[in-house]
């Protein structure tokens, strides 16, 4: 069993930027890949990027491929998304979740654990 807690969300205005962390429980979370999904108002969820279990691979949604890191520190059972360039559209409630897919899994589905997220405002 792992437990996922976001933090770092709020306001901020467009052209800023955030750095969202999530910390797990647990002893295994290095044999996790981690990813960090959001949804806006109205939307469907959607991948934003994910990292592998060891940090060596990661992969961006091309709406946040260049304004975005993903990273981890598994002495610390936390995973960090570094947003720069905030927009509008990236207004959404952001969450982190772990998966034993080691394929860096892009599909809610193929997560095994999810953090209850945390909201990031930009504004124009």
């Known amino acids: 069993q792992v437990q996922l807690i976001e933090s770092g969300g709020g306001l901020v205005q467009a052209g800023g930027s955030l750095r969202l962390s999530c910390a797990a429980s647990?002893?295994?979370?290095?044999?996790?890949?981690m990813g960090w999904f959001r949804q806006a108002p109205g939307k469907e969820r959607e991948f934003v990027a994910v990292?592998?279990?060891?940090?060596?691979?990661?992969y961006y949604a091309d709406s946040v491929r260049g304004r975005a890191t993903i990273s981890r520190d598994n002495a610390k059972n936390t995973v960090y998304l570094q947003m720069n360039s905030l927009k509008p559209e990236d207004t959404a409630v952001y969450y982190c979740?772990?998966?034993?897919?080691?394929?860096?899994?892009?599909?809610?589905?193929?997560?095994?654990?999810w953090g209850q997220g945390t909201q990031v405002t930009v504004s124009s």
């Open positions: 647990g002893r295994t979370f290095s044999s996790y890949a």
């Open positions: 990292i592998s279990w060891g940090g060596g691979s990661t």
């Open positions: 979740a772990a998966s034993t897919d080691g394929r860096s899994p892009r599909l809610g589905y193929q997560y095994n654990y």
